[in-house]
């Protein structure tokens, strides 16, 4: 079998795990702020009137210029006192950073630079996932129960699909 014919296989399979892997708890990628991390802007008010929730599992998208600013997790007395050092960790990557909510707590971001005293700072409160909502006692409307069939079926035909390639993998191997 080609090696492109392999990659294929590999390839499919990859898909495949991750979409069963996806089913169930779905995190968010939430991009902080409407024109990324910028300066001069209140990241507090920029909350306010989203009403965002997040929670355990999340993940936070950092986009700026690295040239000029960067992302640090601190504790609550250091982001209220704009205190870039003995920082928590580092996110600064290439400017398009991510960083995963792993606790329900609040997190605390800031720049250094002195960006933080123009309000280049925000802090997120993460919330533990919520329970998912018990089956309704009247029935379902049609509409619900179709996608739920739906789902069902999309995830018959993956595991299905990840079987076939397993097998056709190994048989050509
Ligand atoms: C940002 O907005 C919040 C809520 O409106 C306000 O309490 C806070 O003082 C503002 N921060 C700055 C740096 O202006
Ligand atoms: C917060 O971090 C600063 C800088 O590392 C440190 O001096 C301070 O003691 C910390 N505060 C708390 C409450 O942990
Ligand atoms: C944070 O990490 C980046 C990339 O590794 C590095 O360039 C930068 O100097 C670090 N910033 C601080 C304040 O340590």
């Known amino acids: 079998m080609g090696d492109l014919a392999r990659k294929g296989i590999v390839g499919l399979m990859i898909i ?19 024109r990324g991390w910028i300066p001069n802007y209140n990241y507090t008010e920029w909350l306010n009137q989203r009403d965002e929730h997040f929670y355990v599992g999340d993940w936070l998208y950092f986009v700026f210029d690295k040239h000029y600013f960067n992302v640090l997790e601190v504790n609550k007395t250091s982001y209220d006192s704009c205190n870039d050092q003995g920082f928590i960790n580092n996110i600064t990557r290439g400017g398009r950073d991510v960083v995963q909510l792993t606790e329900p707590r ?17 802090a997120i409160y993460v919330e533990q996932i919520p329970p998912t909502p018990a089956p309704s006692p009247t029935p379902a409307k049609s509409g619900s129960s ?28």
């Open 106 to 122: 609040p997190y605390y971001f800031l720049s250094s630079g002195g960006y933080c005293w123009g309000g280049m700072k925000v």
């Open 146 to 173: 179709l996608s739920s069939t739906t789902t069902t079926l999309m995830k018959t035909i993956l595991s299905t699909a990840f079987y076939v390639a397993l097998v056709w993998s190994s048989f050509f191997n």
């Open 16 to 34: 495949v795990v991750v979409m069963i892997g996806m089913d169930g708890a779905e995190c968010k990628l939430h991009k902080v702020g409407a």
